[in-house]
């Protein structure tokens, strides 16, 4: 089943509040067991309550919303099938357009799998006793969770006019970001996506070139290695092209010359022992670091004597360039 912003959003939450019961449980662990002073013990703890008051609450608001919502999206999934059935009996009775018939019961078969898809959506919301009915917990730093939840952005929301069911989700939401202290239009205004590179060289003597990519911003970033196509773009149905990033890699072979764009640079990266494959990104979630190696052996297999190597970083659409040189010597 696909889901939703809702869904995800809820998902989100409890992963939240599971993740500030179990650091709860373990402080509390660590003091029953006199490992910590009092003081120390005191400070901590009263954080993490004040963590998982925030989860619960914000668990609660997001499950009365669904609630809201069950009701009338039940009825109107009765509401299809009925029409439905009416519809099958008016063709085994004769006398009606087939063709037309056969029209309407597209539309509404339509109508029926995404209203069922909606209504048990719904219900997981509503009865989700943890995340493991929920696709598994989400995990991020406890401090991230906070902010990610306070970033839901408005572009996701629909541009028709909403319905009663819709606007009471809205009111949800508003209704959340007040729990957690934040105005839900000045959260959004918040949204922040960056990106910082840099390159080390201590990986040389094995072969290797390292590049680190830190999100310093609050949403998660894709990083491209190298950028496909040769052009710093995302590639056409990249579900996030503003949040991209990527590489360039142009060398100079031994003798001297001019620096030149390196094609076919992809299949040389490696992230977390496995080759990148063309055209996948890695997702940098915010404050995360995440290191990508540059194979030098896979470069000189294709027949280069490298004497220096450039690494151009930027931004989808060519902005935010910064270029980083490195000598390799033959």
Known sequence: ??????????????????????ELRE?????????????????????????ERDAQKLCEALRRAAESELGPAETELRQHQRAQRKLIESLSSGGVDARKVNEQNRSLTEQIAAGTARVDELRAIVSAESTATLGGAIEVPLEEFP????????????????????????????????VLGAVFGLAVIRSTVRAEFSVSERELQTGFVRV???NSGNRPVAFYAPWPNGRPQAPAGAPAPNR?????LFVREAGGGEMRALEGAAGVWKFRGAYLEEGAPVEVLPGVTESIYLDLKRLREQGLTLDSLALEFSRSGGSERRREEVRLGS
């Open 212 to 214: 680190q990519c830190k």
């Open 244 to 248: 991209s990033y990527g590489v360039l």
């Open 27 to 51: 402080w509390e662990k660590l003091r029953t067991a006199g490992k910590l002073d009092r003081t120390n013990y005191d400070l901590v703890h009263a954080k993490y309550v004040a963590h």
């Open 1 to 22: 089943m696909t889901t939703s912003g809702q869904h995800e959003t809820f998902r989100l939450a409890l992963s939240y509040l599971e993740r500030a019961q179990a």
């Open 147 to 178: 902010k990610r939840l306070e970033l839901v952005e408005l572009s996701a929301m629909p541009r028709r006019t909403l319905s009663p069911q819709e606007k009471n989700f809205v009111a949800g939401v508003i209704m959340l970001a007040l």
